[in-house]
């Protein structure tokens, strides 16, 4: 079993930044794909970002240019730096972890909120 404990959240003005920290408890993070979802209230929850075991990124278009995922193994640790934030971004923010040799295990942190507002 994975835990994925999120932390980072907040309330933040437009244009301003946060970053966002997935901690994964275990010893096997190294094989996890680890992605960034968000869920607006009333929509569905979108994947934003996500990052491989080899460090490959790919993000949502709508975030592109503003957004970095990054990893580091040593921390056990997931990242998403949120910069230029737009109202548009609020939402809650989950972590989550795909075990590369078995892809059935799938993890989802709790959540954190991000509310970006004037």
């Known amino acids: 079993q994975v835990q994925l404990v999120e932390s980072g959240g907040g309330l933040v003005q437009p244009g301003g930044s946060l970053r966002l920290s997935c901690a994964a408890s275990g010893s096997i993070f190294s094989s996890l794909a680890m992605d960034w979802y968000c869920q607006a209230p009333g929509k569905q929850r979108e994947l934003v970002a996500s990052?491989?075991?080899?460090?490959?990124?790919n993000y949502a278009d709508s975030v592109k240019g503003r957004f970095t995922i990054s990893r580091d193994n040593a921390k056990s640790t997931a990242y998403l730096q949120m910069n230029s934030l737009k109202p548009e971004d609020t939402a809650v923010y989950y972590c989550h972890a795909r075990v590369i040799w078995n892809l059935r295990r799938e993890y989802w942190g709790q959540g954190t909120q991000v509310t970006v507002s004037s």
């Open positions: 990052i491989t075991i080899g460090g490959s990124t």
